[in-house]
């Protein structure tokens, strides 16, 4: 009977462990869903599905150097599964409507074009993509997580990004404020 209690408390000290983890990662990794998603149901459905293959390893995850980046992986792995899939079937991504580009209020629109310009890159170039600017992974980190070499990595982002950049125009100057002065203009992509 003590044993069956230990075996009882060890695992409930697992399950606080990652009750714990799943409140302080799950909006993190959620983030990473919705970028290589660019659906919240499809986020949300993918983050559940990463969550409960770690709970079912737990043992594993938790005793591996990053249980987050070991969820991160099972997250783009399982997002990279599902393009594959719906590529299969011939299912696309939802096009957006396209802001006009005379509304003052363009700049706000860039964001989701980029977002949709994200979208539009091949699942391992846009994992490379948001692996690195998203969660601020180096070429080896890149490397190891996705399991393709640094020369991959650098290769993919590079050619992501020269995509992103043809994909989403540069926003024309905005117009003076009625004070005379100009908003300052949007920053460059980083890297670029």
Same mark, same amino acid.
Request: aromatic letters at 6%; one cysteine or more.
């Given at each position: 009977?003590?044993?069956?209690?230990?075996?009882?408390?060890?695992?409930?000290?697992?399950?606080?462990?990652?009750?714990?983890?799943?409140?302080?990662?799950?909006?993190?990794?959620?983030?990473?869903?919705?970028?290589?998603?660019?659906?919240?149901? /499809?986020?949300?459905?993918?983050?559940?599905?990463?969550?409960?293959?770690?709970?079912?390893?737990?043992?594993?995850?938790?005793?591996?150097? /990053?249980?987050?980046?070991?969820?991160?992986?099972?997250?783009?792995?399982?997002?990279?599964?599902?393009?594959?899939?719906?590529?299969?079937?011939?299912?696309?991504?939802?096009?957006?409507?396209?802001?006009?580009?005379?509304?003052?209020?363009?700049?706000?629109?860039?964001?989701?074009?980029?977002?949709?310009?994200?979208?539009?890159?091949?699942?391992?170039?846009? /994992?490379?993509?948001?692996?690195?600017?998203?969660?601020?992974?180096?070429?080896?980190?890149?490397?190891?997580?996705?399991?393709? /070499?640094?020369?991959?990595?650098?290769s993919q982002l590079a050619r992501g990004l020269a995509r992103l950049r043809t994909a989403v125009p540069q926003p024309e100057p905005p117009p003076p404020a009625p004070d005379g002065h100009r908003t300052a203009p949007l920053p460059q992509f980083e890297g670029a």
């Open positions: 009977m003590q044993l069956v209690r230990l075996g009882r408390r060890g695992r409930d000290a697992r399950r606080i462990d990652f009750v714990e983890f799943v409140q302080q990662r799950s909006a993190a990794l959620f983030r990473t869903a919705y970028i290589l998603t660019g659906s919240q149901d /499809s986020a949300e459905d993918l983050l559940q599905e990463a969550l409960e293959k770690a709970c079912r390893h737990w043992n594993r995850v938790a005793v591996a150097d /990053s249980p987050e980046a070991y969820v991160r992986r099972i997250v783009v792995n399982l997002a990279n599964d599902r393009w594959r899939r719906l590529r299969r079937i011939g299912e696309r991504s939802h096009d957006v409507e396209h802001a006009d580009p005379r509304d003052p209020y363009r700049l706000v629109d860039l964001r989701d074009e980029l977002v949709q310009a994200l979208h539009a890159l091949p699942i391992g170039m846009r /994992s490379v993509v948001v692996l690195y600017y998203l969660h601020d992974m180096g070429d080896r980190e890149i490397a190891e997580a996705l399991r393709i /070499s640094p020369g991959s990595v650098r």
